[in-house]
């Protein structure tokens, strides 16, 4: 592959593997592989690329002085950064989700206003004789909205602050962690893989890779 990242494929006279592997790298090139192919002759002998189908692109081969080329480490990098970092928010939404609901009382609120602009609603509840006006939210302090008006729905608090209630239901409290984590370990996954392989996976394209003899 040459410094653009594009496949060649060629032949080339060399007495070794050794050789012929140094004469491409002077041209430029990243060397995959090399296949051996004699013509017959005793006194001849050359290598030849093999070209296979791939759904790997394998622009990120490592290159003669041992290192990656330096868009397949940013590549990898960042993907491995981007699932880190949702699976950090995934995993930390989970357990404040969790921790709240430990020691919290239950009570049903009822919808007495709706927000469409900011995308919640009021909520009115009773807790210990007192009513309480708060806004519904669910995982992360999000605004959630209901059906409508007057919709009766259930809300979690703290007996010491019940200003701070949030809504009972699964969905709104663990749905958007649980995504998180599975996309952050889809890509602290894919970001690993890069950067250990130095491969990219893509789709409907394919490239040409080289067979070692």
Request: charged share 20%; net charge neutral; glycine share 10%.
């Amino acid at each position: 592959m040459d410094s653009a990242g594009q496949s060649r494929s060629d032949h080339i006279q060399a007495a070794n593997a050794d050789e012929a592997m140094r004469v491409l790298r002077t041209r430029g090139l990243f060397v995959v592989a090399l296949d051996e192919v004699r013509d017959g002759r005793e006194e001849a002998s050359g290598f030849e690329s093999s070209v296979t189908a791939s759904n790997f692109v394998p622009s990120t081969v490592i290159s003669a002085d041992g290192t990656r080329p330096a868009p397949a480490r940013w590549i990898g990098t960042i993907t491995t950064v981007v699932g880190v970092a949702c699976l950090g928010a995934g995993l930390y939404g989970v357990l404040d989700a969790i921790c709240f609901r430990i020691g919290a009382a239950r009570a049903t609120a009822v919808v007495v206003e709706e927000l469409p602009l900011e995308g919640g609603d009021v909520l009115e509840f009773t807790a210990s004789g007192r009513q309480y006006r708060v806004l519904g939210r669910g995982c992360f302090g999000a605004l959630s909205t209901s059906s409508g008006v007057r919709v009766a729905v259930d809300v979690l608090y703290q007996p010491d602050q019940p200003e701070k209630a949030r809504l009972a239901d699964f969905r709104r409290n663990f749905a958007v962690p649980l995504i998180l984590i599975a996309l952050g370990s889809m890509f602290a996954l894919a970001g690993v893989l890069v950067l250990r392989r130095g491969i990219i996976p893509t789709t409907g394209v394919s490239q040409a890779t080289f067979d070692v003899s």
